[in-house]
């Protein structure tokens, strides 16, 4: 069962009424029905078992009616059929983020809405040496909160993807920026970040980046765009403490290597305790 994305809290009654674009979305992609079923994902991060009540299309809004008890955040899912994929109630341990040289916007949209469906909590878009201009300036603009689309296709991922994380972009930075970006966000915290590299010198495996790390609070990572990440970059990453790592297998396009390298870090962490090297 998809999850509804909602701005509001539920109202005295135990209702949400939708309207607007949401009201679009619900009607016309999602399909739903009076006496529906959905999840509706609050404000504060709970989710709502809730039944589709009423449906006005003269006012163009609905009626969303709380089933059973009210959740509050700290508690579980109750009395969901085992044949229907429940929204996720518990944000994951390890904080992740992706560092994304600016590719085509096209394949930015797919690396939002796979890095979204993936529980990434920030995405950064970053001006690397072999990005090219236009898509640079496309990056920009979507990042910069004056364009909606990638807002629109993160909810749409977490209302497909039931993910608890509420994802977000953040503007395009240099590579130099994006390093700041991530030395601040791990000053109070244990961090560990690696690069995706199609050379395989001076390299690690992602099991080898990952050996000798306990409580791991926030990972990240640095993903090339077309033409890949020069070496110079490579080397500004790896004195500020970025891993490069390769993956022995196919040459990956960009949009393939994002999902792949999150995938990868995800399942490294996750298994951590069955993998990890012994000294």
Known sequence: ???????????????????????????????????DMIHARLPDGSIQPMTVAKINQAEKNLVLQCAGEINRQDESLKGTSPNQASPQKIKPQIEMWLFQFAAKPPKMDLIIRQATECGVSFIVP???????????????????????????IITEAREQSGSPVDTKVLPCVTLEKALDLWRHANEKSNGKAVVLYEQCEGTVTIHGAFA???????????????????????????????HP???????LRCETAALYGLAAVQSTLMEKELWQFKG
């Open 1 to 35: 069962m998809r999850q509804f994305i909602s701005d509001s809290e539920l109202d005295d009654s135990g209702c949400l009424t939708v309207s607007g674009k949401k009201f679009r979305h619900m009607v016309q992609v999602l399909r739903v029905a009076p006496g």
């Open 126 to 152: 970053v001006r690397g040496e072999f990005c090219q201009s236009g898509p640079i300036e496309s990056a920009e603009k979507k990042s910069s909160g004056s364009d909606l689309r990638w807002q629109r």
């Open 212 to 242: 000798d790390n306990i409580g791991i609070e926030k990972t990240a990572v640095f993903v090339g765009a077309e033409g890949g990440i020069s070496p110079g970059e490579i080397e500004v990453m790896k004195n500020s403490g970025i």
């Open 245 to 251: 790592v390769h993956f022995a297998t196919n040459i």
